[in-house]
């Protein structure tokens, strides 16, 4: 895998290491460009439901290609919150792999999801950031 390659993507990460997710995820040239041409389609052409489901559909398989799964076992969600939401409420008690951990930079849904959760609100781990940033020794703690 050419990790450069793959970084000139982002073109933030020439200057910084960004480990944000949720709605401050770092943007992709590729991601800009199609947020224009959809801005342009919703401009020129007014709303296409058919073919916005037909991309999410593509997406949905080529993500499945990508993790070396089937497209029936990756499900969409509208947002990273209703995903944790998601499976927050449905993940089993197994006290051996009880432990949640997260940080202090996510998302504030994320958070608020975890400890609205009784069975895991004893082992939840919340990683605390340092000028904004996760020191990497952090995370190997948890």
Sequence with gaps: MNHDFYRSLFPILSTHTHLASCSQGALAKSVS???????????????????????VEETRVRFAEFI??????????????????????????QREKSKIVFTDIDFPTVGHIWFAQKPFKDDISVIRSFNGEIPLEQLKKK
């Design 33 to 55: 460009k199609a947020i224009k041409e959809y801005h342009n389609s919703l401009l020129l052409s007014g709303s296409n439901w058919n073919e916005a489901i037909s991309k």
């Design 68 to 93: 070396g799964a089937e497209a029936d076992e990756v499900a969409l969600l509208c947002s990273v919150s209703d995903a944790i939401s998601a499976i927050a409420t449905s993940l089993p008690i």
